[in-house]
């Protein structure tokens, strides 16, 4: 019992863990819609996005998350403008964004000689080092996301089926996807910073994923999502405690197991209902037809 409990004694494993569980929170909400429409490179897009305004801000000495919201605005922005230009398919527009940030990110970056270590910090995150402002400023992304989630459930949930019956519903459809990619981008921005841009995409999908064959209702994937990546939280801190190993990749990590434990569940289950429901049945008996009856 000691080897569960140790670890969490100490105050900044404590600190990680409530915040693990608020950017599970946060990346329930986001990430079923993500998963439920297929925008899972578009959420990698996003995160990487980032880097540009990131990295202004820490050469100016100003704070990185204000550059994180003005980079993910601006993909936000792109976004939805390229996705209404008729000859160019979303992915296209989706990846050249995604080129052109990471590239000006990238030339930011190697114009100071001092940047690797907070280059590091953008792409890993440090889970361990949360402090308690981290934990409000968290709290207050969670309250606004599920704000947003509320409000827009309908048209979200309409937009993730067809987009023609959300325009018939009178539901506005680009209105709903622009404001469902600030959703995600709040998520992504909110997060960045605790797991890391290359590790976020770990609890933004896989929890939801993982929760899909097993819940009804897009509610009832994001309580699961959410209840996952608490899970894959507390057994990521515990294994790296122990182990010695990056606390926010263990934790990512973790939930991507926790993907492929949950669907090769689900397939389990399928056989076996599917093999129960034949020997229900029982044998199926062709008719043969005789000479008499032709």
């Known amino acids: 019992m000691e080897w569960l409990t140790a670890p969490f004694e100490v105050a900044f494993v404590q600190r990680a863990l409530w915040a693990g569980v608020l950017v599970s929170a946060i990346c329930a909400l986001a990430g079923t819609w993500v998963v439920l429409r297929g925008m899972a490179f578009l959420g990698d897009a996003m995160s990487h996005g ?45 990846g050249l964004l995604f080129v052109g940030m990471l590239s000006l990110g ?7 000689q001092s940047f690797a270590v907070d280059l590091t910090g953008f792409l890993f995150g440090d889970v361990l080092a949360v402090r308690e402002s981290d934990l409000l400023l968290l709290a207050v992304a969670l309250l606004l996301a599920l704000v947003v989630s509320v409000l827009g459930h309908r048209a979200f949930l309409a937009l993730a089926f067809d987009d023609r019956k959300a325009e018939t519903l009178g539901l506005r459809p680009r209105v709903a996807h622009a404001v469902l990619l600030g959703l995600l981008a709040l998520a992504i921005v909110a997060t960045f910073h605790i797991v890391g841009t290359l590790l976020v995409l770990g609890l933004l999908i896989a929890p939801p994923a993982a929760a899909l064959p097993w819940a009804r209702g897009v509610s009832g994937v994001m309580a699961l999502a959410a209840l996952l990546g608490a899970t894959s939280t507390f057994g990521g801190l515990l294994l790296s405690w122990h182990l010695s190993t990056a606390a926010g990749a263990t934790v990512s990590a973790l939930a991507v197991s926790l993907f492929f434990l949950s669907h ?24 043969t037809t005789r000479p008499n009856d032709i």
Do not use: E, F, K
């Open 106 to 112: 990238v030339i930011i970056v190697s114009r100071s």
């Open 50 to 94: 980032l880097l540009p305004g990131v990295a202004i801000a820490a050469l100016l000495g100003g704070n990185p998350l204000v550059g994180a919201v003005v980079s993910a605005a601006v993909m936000t922005a792109g976004v939805t403008a390229l996705g209404r230009t008729p000859r160019l398919s979303q992915d296209t527009g989706i």
């Open 264 to 287: 090769l569940a689900s397939a389990i289950r399928h056989r076996r209902r599917t093999h129960l429901s034949r020997s229900a049945a029982g044998p199926v008996h062709i008719p």
